[in-house]
């Protein structure tokens, strides 16, 4: 299975500032998905952003962006103009395009989020 | 209406006991899985399932086992429960053949063992 790594255990960011989650992929496919979810204290899973491999556009998503290097094989997920709300475990995680995955997800160790006002 | 939907939200039971989750989805979707979140919080896939057909079985103990009447159900009923099975289990659901959709989640049921 591939693997995710997220190197930052815990991340804290001022209000309304800019943070970078990092999260970086080992696998030997061209073609992918990868996600960031957000876990806030209520467990819900939500679902922030994705990219798709083939695109070399970075995907976006309102005060979400992210910084897809596919070379490296990285994945940052950027948090702009930060509110209290973003406070969360932050998942990215990687989905194959091939059937014999079983298009599992395979999910980073995540990264805590604190947001100070 | 909730699209995946898990009960119990909270479960304790004593070591021993045969407990079981179950989990519908009002989607549509094709695939359903389990996945296992430690104290740590890391999420692990545990099963999967497409239309009634198990696709993923993981490494987990066969004291686990899935259980799907019809593709918009999943169970999950564990037997002679361990300490170690505390944990919270996550139901979720994808379209099939749609892998830049990731899933929609339950909200999870937290198994506390004693």
């Known amino acids: 299975a591939q693997t995710v790594t997220q190197s930052q255990p815990e991340m804290s960011v001022q209000e309304a500032e800019t943070v970078t989650l990092s999260c970086t992929y080992d696998?030997?496919?061209?073609?992918?998905?990868l996600f960031w979810y957000k876990q806030p204290p209520s467990r819900q899973m939500i679902l922030v952003i994705r990219q798709e491999a083939y695109k070399q556009q970075n995907a976006t998503e309102n005060r979400f962006s992210v910084n897809f290097q596919k070379a490296a094989k990285s994945f940052s997920l950027k948090i702009s103009d930060s509110q209290l709300g973003d406070a969360a475990m932050y998942f990215c995680?990687?989905?194959?395009?091939?059937?014999?995955?079983?298009?599992?997800?395979?999910f980073g160790k995540g990264t805590s989020l604190l947001v100070t006002p | 209406d909730t699209a995946v939907s898990q009960t119990p939200k909270y479960l304790v039971t004593q070591m021993g006991n045969d407990k079981s989750i179950k989990c519908e989805q009002n989607?549509?979707?094709?695939?359903m899985y389990w996945y296992k979140q430690d104290s740590k919080k890391f999420l692990k896939i545990m099963f999967s399932y497409n239309n009634k057909e198990l696709i993923i079985n993981e490494t987990v103990p066969n004291r686990f086992s899935p259980k799907s009447p019809d593709k918009a159900h999943l169970n999950l009923h564990i037997n002679s429960l361990e300490l170690g099975d505390s944990a919270v289990y996550f139901c979720?659901?994808?379209?099939?053949?749609?892998?830049?959709?990731?899933?929609?989640f339950g909200s999870g049921t937290r198994l506390t063992v004693v």
């Open positions: 995680a990687y989905r194959s395009a091939n059937s014999n995955s079983g298009y599992a997800l395979n």
């Open positions: 989607l549509g979707h094709d695939t």
């Open positions: 696998t030997s496919e061209s073609d992918y998905y």
């Open positions: 979720a659901s994808s379209p099939a053949g749609q892998t830049n959709y990731g899933y929609t």
